[in-house]
């Protein structure tokens, strides 16, 4: 039982343009979504995160949009460029201290230059 | 430096075998933690341990276990590896449990033939 999905395996954007990656969950008793960026052979490293209590966070060209009603967060990419090229993935965490992550499958993105 | 490190990059071995990964992070954080990425490329949560107490265990075979010598070291010894433990294993660590960004280690991609 997948609690965390991304859709979409893979996505190309051209240089300068959005990039959107969506996310769904189903575990309404997540309170906390993050987003890591992943390289080939390296270890994902975070992006950016927003609390359930927020709708909208912004950090530079990045944004994170969360629609709980619909149980869905998307991510922005503003505006896309090459060295963006990565796998990303979505991650959520119940409330509760442990630290317990749940990740999506990833969405590999390709900003052609 | 490297902020969490993981050794070996890349494990080869036999059905059968037992193996030991281990993990290393100069950060100073309290909490670490123990992913598996699959075939299909979920990253799921294995175990985390904080100030050396475990506090994740999630149903993973009992043929993995975790070891914490101290804060800055988690390591992970595989016992009769069996074909399906192929995959790349993922250390990471962060500051308290909670809401706290994980630093991820470059994984350590294993493979039983």
New interface residues.
């Given amino acids: 039982d ?1 609690q965390v999905k991304q859709n979409s395996p893979s996505l190309s954007v051209q240089e300068g343009r959005i990039s959107i990656l969506n996310c769904d969950y189903t575990n309404s008793m997540f309170d ?1 979504f993050l987003w ?1 960026k992943k390289y080939p ?6 992006l950016i ?1 927003i ?1 359930s209590i927020k709708d909208k966070n912004e950090d530079g060209r990045f944004t994170v949009f969360l629609n709980k009603s619909a149980k869905h967060l998307s991510l922005h990419i503003v505006p896309s460029q090459p060295g963006d090229s990565a ?1 990303y ?1 979505c ?1 959520a ?1 119940s409330s509760g ?10 969405t590999t993105l390709q900003v052609k230059p | 430096d490297t902020a969490v490190s993981q050794t070996p990059k890349y494990l080869v071995t036999q059905m059968g075998n037992d193996k030991s990964i281990k993990c290393e992070q100069n950060l100073g954080h309290d909490t670490m933690y123990w992913y598996k990425q699959d075939s299909k490329k979920f990253l799921k949560i294995m175990f985390s341990y904080n100030n050396k107490e475990l506090i994740i265990n999630e149903t993973v075979p009992n043929r993995f276990s975790p070891k914490s010598p101290d804060k800055a070291h988690l390591n992970l010894h595989i016992n009769s590896l069996e074909l399906g433990d192929s995959a790349v294993y993922f250390c990471a660590s962060s500051r308290r449990t909670g809401r706290e960004t994980q630093y991820f280690g470059p994984g350590t991609r294993l493979l039983v033939l």
């Fill in positions: 997948q906390y890591y052979a390296e270890g994902p490293t975070f995160s609390s796998v993935f991650a965490k201290n442990t630290g317990k992550l749940i990740f999506g499958q990833g």
